[in-house]
């Protein structure tokens, strides 16, 4: 194994949230945004926590001599690695808060503590905390007849020690109640406040009057949410009963780090530790406030000033879009492609609504990994079962942390007479894959849609997704066979024009590696693209590097994670590897295979990650349609080019942004721009055509 060129996945993740937190303090973008991307930067990191250290700690637990496959690192001392990298970035995290805050207070928001406020402010938020606050408060001392309690996950809690007749002992009160506000706003100022933890957390001797306050301190939990619905699911269990108790099976795990906000004595630390089963490698201190969503309360102080805020952007009519024409009708004609958030998600919904009223539709058939909470597409189904269409709907209930959502939509589909689907043993559906079905006499059609994103409105105006939606007859029989084998419990086992995972799409990737790599040995132009979230499947790796020693030329964008090291020398020099962290989400999946204009270009709802190519039921498709074809190279290539929002990676794995000249190419508002401009010329060739014809009338 060729060390030098993988990275460890866990590493990796951590540079890309890097990334995120390189966003919030970079002045070129308006001051609310920089808000949000630390905001994103402490979320992010929750999840990371949650997910994948609480996976190691339980890999840990359970087999203590296990390696991964890349770096060849135990799990401690993956462990041992993200603790030490998490300290460091939580310290230009505080530096990042300390800065934003700052400029807050030029713009005239003051986040204010008990050290920068006069004394009549300090009098009111006194009597303000008396009558307002405490009488709400549930304040414990830890004692035999009062044991320590459950500290609920990412909630926060003022903790004390208390002294009294030489006797210490831990104080506690919860912050996080949805009773009272999460900030406090302060009379002299319209925007100027106290976070209410700060008040509880100044005003403790208050609380705990019979005691001496030796020490305090805010702090907050992440608890483990590594947890499977397989491990404890019985045959004749209902699923989704299973699911609502893994959910609340999942909120009493065991803690997985502590963070805290003021320095307090080893002592008391040690004593934390010690009631939450953790270590003080798991301990973090954090100056920045401990949950920083309230940051979306002071964006919303500063939604009048619009030059804080990135220019509004709306999602556009996409060019070819025809009202006059019905959308089943334009599909038929040519194959139709919308890129997200640049072009609006309605032509599909509107596709939807048209195939449930169609009489000529006989089906509709499509799966769902995470949907919006006023879902117009779950709607849409609905309607369609309520007019007599057999409605398919495989709803995935394990898509971690939507499972609620989820579990609603569900029931209510189920009462609208759709058949649910809840997915496959041991293989998540994270396919974007939906099938109309239409039958007229004896002859069936098909209209198959496939997508890089999910069907949400919500996150389509946000991340940068694909969706193409086609009449070929040849993909729509190969989407009925998946739903098919879906329904009984089964995945496809061959496939001639979809990928589709687990059984046909790892090979199948791999076969066009391999042929690119034997086309450059031949000494023929060759070539590889892609474009996916994380790159961590091995298989596929050592792939792209025995295709790089042979020579193909291998462009990739990975927003997120990436095992491969790319540019080192006679392993991965001719890969090269970027990273685009901006205001929209990438979320698109792009594979190319090929020098030339026949080339093959694949749109996909997989990562090449072990999990999407090996364990999870994914779909790709091919792009046979010339101009979409085209418009995605094109795409493409002006992602490779980008030079305000890039980070390209090193050989020695570290990422740097690339050297700003002209002209400078921000793809995400290119590709805005772009669509702008196709349909105002589409508006506009529009009404010629209308003058020309009326002119003719005449």
């Not at 483990?224 to 699923?239: F, K, L, Q, V």
């Not at 879902?375 to 309520?386: F, P, Q, T």
């Not at 269409?389 to 029931?411: H, M, P, Q, T, Y």
């Not at 079905?437 to 890089?452: A, F």
Request: hydrophobic letters at 40%.
């Amino acid at each position: 194994m060729n060390a030098n060129c993988y990275d460890n996945r866990e590493l990796s993740w951590l540079k890309f949230n890097q990334r995120v937190l390189e966003e919030a303090r970079d002045e070129a973008n308006p001051l609310c945004e920089r808000l949000s991307f630390l905001s994103i930067f402490q979320s992010n990191l929750d999840e990371f926590f949650m997910v994948r250290c609480g996976s190691l700690y339980d890999q840990m637990c359970e087999d203590p001599h296990f390696r991964e496959n890349k770096t060849n690192m135990t799990c401690k001392e993956q462990l041992t690695a993200i603790y030490a990298r998490v300290r460091e970035l939580l310290r230009d995290k505080d530096d990042a808060y300390s800065d934003l805050r700052a400029e807050l207070s030029m713009q005239g928001v003051d986040i204010v503590d008990f050290h920068t406020i006069t004394t009549e402010e300090a009098a009111w938020l006194e009597a303000y905390f008396k009558a307002e606050i405490e009488p709400l408060l549930s304040p414990q001392i830890i004692g035999k007849k009062q044991p320590f309690p459950f500290l609920q996950n990412k909630n926060i809690y003022a903790v004390v020690v208390l002294e009294k007749k030489g006797t210490e002992k831990l104080g506690l009160v919860p912050c996080s109640s949805g009773v009272f506000p999460k900030i406090v706003s302060l009379p002299t100022g319209k925007n100027r406040f106290i976070l209410s933890e700060e008040l509880i957390l100044h005003f403790a001797p208050e609380i705990f009057s019979r005691h001496t306050i030796k020490s305090k301190s805010l702090i907050r939990i992440i608890r483990n949410a590594d947890i499977e619905p397989d491990e404890r699911m019985e045959e004749e269990c209902d699923y989704r009963e299973a699911m609502e108790q893994l959910i609340r099976d999942r909120k009493k795990l065991c803690p997985i780090k502590l963070e805290f906000s003021r320095l307090m004595d080893t002592a008391v630390i040690h004593s934390l530790c010690n009631y939450l089963n953790l270590t003080e490698e798991q301990v973090f201190y954090s100056e920045a406030p401990l949950n920083l969503s309230v940051l979306s309360v002071v964006r919303d102080m500063l939604r009048h000033n619009k030059c804080l805020f990135y220019q509004r952007r709306v999602p556009q009519k996409p060019a070819w879009r025809d009202i006059s024409k019905r959308m089943i009708e334009q599909v038929e004609e040519q194959d139709r492609f919308l890129a997200f958030p640049y072009e609006s998600i309605r032509p599909f919904l509107t596709l939807l609504n048209e195939a449930g009223r169609d009489p000529q539709v006989v089906s509709i058939k499509m799966t769902l990994y995470r949907v919006a909470s006023n879902s117009k597409i779950v709607e849409a189904l609905i309607e369609a079962a309520e007019n007599g269409k057999d409605v398919v709907v495989l709803v995935e209930l394990r898509a971690r942390f939507d499972e609620e959502n989820n579990i609603e939509w569900s029931r209510r589909l189920e009462d609208a007479g759709c058949r649910i689907i809840y997915g496959l043993d041991n293989l998540k559906v994270h396919s974007k894959l939906c099938l109309i079905t239409k039958k007229v006499g004896t002859e069936i059609s098909y209209i198959t849609q496939v997508g890089t994103g999910n069907y949400n409105e919500k996150t389509s105006a946000i991340y940068t997704d694909y969706s193409l939606m086609t009449a070929n007859h040849d993909i729509g029989l190969e989407a009925n066979r998946v739903f098919h084998a879906l329904c009984l419990g089964q995945t496809v086992e061959h496939t001639e024009h979809l990928l589709v995972a687990p059984k046909c799409l790892q090979n199948k990737l791999a076969d066009m590696i391999d042929e690119q790599t034997e086309l450059a040995k031949s000494g023929m132009p060759a070539y590889i693209g892609i474009k996916i979230n994380s790159l961590t499947d091995k298989y596929l790796i050592e792939k792209l590097i025995a295709a790089s020693q042979a020579g193909v030329k291998i462009e990739m964008i990975v927003r997120g994670i990436s095992c491969l090291i790319a540019g080192v020398p006679e392993l991965t020099e001719n890969i090269s590897v970027r990273s685009i962290v901006g205001r929209f989400l990438e979320h698109t999946r792009i594979y190319i295979f090929g020098a030339h204009e026949n080339c093959k270009v694949y749109i996909a709802s997989a990562d090449w990650m072990t999990r999407n190519t090996r364990r999870r039921v994914e779909v790709a498709a091919p792009i046979y349609d010339a101009d979409i074809k085209h418009r995605i190279l094109d795409m493409f290539d002006v992602m490779m080019t980008d030079n305000v929002k890039a980070r390209v990676q090193q050989p020695d794995g570290t990422y740097t942004r690339e050297p700003a000249q002209e002209p400078l190419i921000n793809s995400q508002e290119y590709f805005y721009e772009q669509a702008y401009e196709a349909l105002e010329k589409a508006e506009a060739e529009e009404e010629t055509a209308d003058a020309d014809s009326n002119s003719t009338k005449n």
